[in-house]
């Protein structure tokens, strides 16, 4: 035996000597599980670039092949154990990030009349019509929206890389008015829209001419430019702000839509959103709903003062410190008109869809960037200002509502904003729902309710019968107990434990329950610590959405109170129902308040949702 470790006893071995033997086998154990990890490592590090990676990135075939050389040459060292796996997997990473720079650097590292020619050849092939964005220099162009994988790639990858942004910029290659509102020249911009009419095709061709291959009006450049500074690009600052709140006055287009469809609110409210750039997506928020007045020959109407009710002009631009349209009066006279004093004298009022619901060609809308990014801020900016779709899915079936549910298990403030915000919403649909029929929704004046729950309203006696034989009888009991005061969840109606890997036990009676362990945790059918008989808490309540006679988990925020509900019984019927039809958490879950009677039974209160942050 080694002079470091005592002789084993021919008896069995005691604590010191079973001390040692541990010991010593503890570096063998740590080896084999590392080596375990680290193949399964070295597997992810050999395993080649995927098809959707290349693509995505939109290279030619000599830069994929430079890429896989160098890929290889790594390869080739941790092969021979001339570099070990960390560093190799830095260095893996780094080529990576290289590759990637490469896919950008490929519109950055040529001018720009040589970008636009790539671009047009990409986009081209690509499903992009080029002839009918030649022929549209003023307008939007192609906004088709890009079918295949394939194309939604290449298009994507233009996109993110900015095109030739920058180079149009540093080489002059944009027009002089859009030159002088990118470097802020605001008496220049002023001198060459003076020289304009209102609506004029002059002032049309200055504001909404398309700019770089990513096709820009000057407004969608101000925004464009004032998040990440590039090279040879003004910084963002409150400048661009102002330029851009003085084109929209003059009557820039604040629904313009660049080559991939995105709009003033794609792009400054985004993950990389600046200050300046959420300040300027809301400018044109804010303009949009009555832009489609913008160069209409409009009358005035409703005035306090007499004598302008009904004189003619044409409708200017959104003024934005009144909230107002100009409207310049035949007589010369340039007035500050409410909206509801405008009608137009040709045609039907427009009603537009709100710009922050508005599909870009990969069929996104700006809270999906936002979300993917993580800015809660610019999430709250969109939902709680701005009251923007969340329901609206993109060309792969992804609403910005389903990304966020499915990612609330993994944190984040940004999805905890989402669902705050459909709470409210289904608290005012629940709130509007009590004064329509339960069967058919009608809503003809006041609706008798339910004899039995008082609770379920009805519009003639059909509907009632109606509902009667489609599920009614059987949770009216139930609802009556919730409107008196909550739904009594006793412990002969609960299973109350949880046996991992043997499914669940027969029920157990009694009303204090039983105490299982989980992690060193007691669980059970008991209150939290500190929650005495008769206070209230809330619970998170799970169901299995689709199948209402599974049982439903309750459990609080300790998961110290953790049981499930019998399906036989009237609550869970009514539980199942009140969480499947809730929309906050996609209908699998929703937070109720309950609480524990002296006797040991437990009540819950599906009348009181609300969400909680857990």
């Not at 006696?461 to 909550?486: I, P, R, T």
């Not at 039809?581 to 209160?605: C, N, P, Q, V």
Request: hydrophobic share 40%; charged share 20%; aromatic share 8%.
């Amino acid at each position: 035996m080694s002079d470091y470790l005592p002789d084993w006893p021919s008896t069995p071995p005691d604590l010191v000597s079973l001390f040692w033997a541990l010991l010593l086998a503890a570096p063998v154990l740590v080896y084999f599980i590392m080596a375990g990890r680290g193949s399964t490592k070295e597997q992810r590090f050999n395993a080649p670039l995927s098809q959707t990676e290349v693509d995505a990135l939109g290279l030619s075939d000599e830069s994929l092949a430079i890429h896989k050389a160098r890929i290889d040459a790594l390869k080739a060292k941790r092969k021979d154990g001339l570099i070990d796996l960390v560093d190799a997997q830095k260095a893996m990473k780094d080529t990576s990030q290289a590759f990637t720079r490469t896919a950008a650097e490929k519109y950055w590292s040529i001018s720009s009349g040589d970008c636009k020619a790539l671009v047009r050849k990409e986009i081209k092939n690509y499903g992009t019509d080029v002839r009918l964005n030649d022929s549209d220099a003023c307008g939007d162009g192609d906004q088709t929206p890009l079918k295949t994988d394939k194309e939604r790639q290449i298009h994507r990858s233009i996109w993110s890389a900015g095109a030739d942004i920058s180079s149009s910029i540093t080489d002059d290659a944009i027009t002089p008015f859009a030159n002088a509102v990118v470097w802020g020249q605001v008496s220049e911009v002023q001198r060459m829209l003076a020289a304009t009419e209102v609506a004029s095709p002059q002032r049309r061709a200055l504001l909404e001419h398309r700019e770089t291959s990513l096709r820009l009006s000057p407004f969608l450049l101000c925004v464009a430019i004032s998040k990440t500074p590039s090279r040879g690009v003004p910084r963002p600052s409150n400048e661009l702000v102002a330029m851009a709140q003085l084109l929209v006055e003059a009557g820039a287009d604040v629904s313009a839509r660049c080559l991939v469809g995105k709009t003033v609110v794609h792009y400054g409210a985004c993950t990389y959103s600046t200050p300046f750039s959420l300040a300027i997506a809301q400018l044109g928020i804010d303009a949009h709903p009555s832009s489609y007045l913008y160069g209409q020959r409009v009358q005035l109407s409703g005035l306090s003062s007499a004598d302008l009710n009904g004189m003619a002009g044409v409708c200017g631009g959104f003024v934005f410190k009144s909230g107002r349209r100009s409207v310049r009066l035949d007589s010369g006279r340039v007035l500050a008109v409410k909206v509801a004093n405008i009608v137009q004298m040709s045609g039907t009022a427009a009603e537009l869809s709100p710009l922050v619901d508005v599909q870009d060609r990969f069929g996104t809308v700006a809270a999906t960037d936002t979300l993917m990014g993580q800015r809660d801020d610019v999430m709250a900016m969109l939902l709680d200002k701005n009251n923007a779709r969340i329901d609206i899915s993109d060309a792969d079936g992804y609403s910005p509502h389903r990304m966020a549910t499915a990612a609330l298990c993994m944190g984040g403030k940004v999805n905890v904003v989402v669902t705050r915000h459909i709470a409210r919403l289904e608290k005012a649909k629940r709130v509007e729902s009590r004064l329509n029929c339960s069967t058919c929704g009608g809503t003809s004046g006041k609706l008798p309710v339910c004899a039995g729950c008082g609770q379920t309203r009805y519009c003639s006696q059909a509907c009632q019968k109606s509902d009667w034989k489609a599920g009614h009888k059987e949770v009216c009991k139930a609802l009556k107990e919730k409107k008196e005061g909550g739904i009594l969840l006793p412990a002969r109606t609960t299973m109350w434990w949880l046996q991992f890997g043997g499914g669940l036990p027969t029920n157990q009676n009694g009303a204090t329950g039983k105490k299982m362990t989980i992690d060193g945790v007691q669980h059970g059918y008991f209150p939290p610590h500190g929650v005495e008989p008769g206070q209230k808490f809330w619970v998170k309540v799970q169901v299995d959405l689709g199948h209402p006679n599974s049982h439903c988990m309750v459990y609080d925020k300790t998961r110290r109170c953790f049981f499930y509900t019998d399906p036989s019984s009237e609550g869970h019927r009514v539980i199942y129902k009140t969480v499947s039809e809730s929309k906050e958490m996609d209908g699998r879950k929703a937070y109720l308040k309950g609480h524990f009677t002296a006797a040991g039974d437990f009540i819950i209160f599906p009348g009181v949702l609300k969400f909680q942050a857990w």
